[in-house]
């Protein structure tokens, strides 16, 4: 994705309260890049015919992408604050900042645009996402902690959450425990 670092491996598992007979596993690649842009790449494999993806619209932004099949990433950006970013396979995105847990919540005016592209091949999904964040100064200049999370829908209505780590109860995206990836700070070139 970059050419300056390798990029983060992570596999998302799914809560065990949300079955899924459409995915086997949800494998994600993250970088970021010295310039400010962080890249993800979501693989889902499985029955991928069974999984609600809708079609690419206008690539905007909008709410509630995660009524839907989505793909997000939050990141931790000091104390009880942090980010979300959605990413819809129409294209559609969202970038939000919440001050604490779910409260607060404003759009991130500093990011203008995410470059979506998405591609199916047999028993394989994949979902990229690319956000310019050299804008937000908010961000810390050391290593981000991050959660990393996708919601499937199923053609039959039927949706699940995945994420590296679940705490317990209903699944809660925005919980600060499930910050648990740690992706490194670049070196500037």
Known sequence: MGDTTSPMLATLKRHPDSPCAAVAAI??????????ILSLRYTVTGAIGQIAIPELADPSRAHELWKHTCFEVFIRTGGETYCEFNFAPTGRWAAYRFKTRRSGRTDIAEVQAAGIGTRQFGDRYDLRASLDLSGMKDLPAGPWSLAITTIIEEVSGNKSYWSVTH???QPDFHQLDGFVLELPATEQT
């Open 167 to 169: 705490a317990t109860g």
């Open 27 to 36: 494998d994600v690649e993250v970088e970021r890049s010295p310039a400010g």
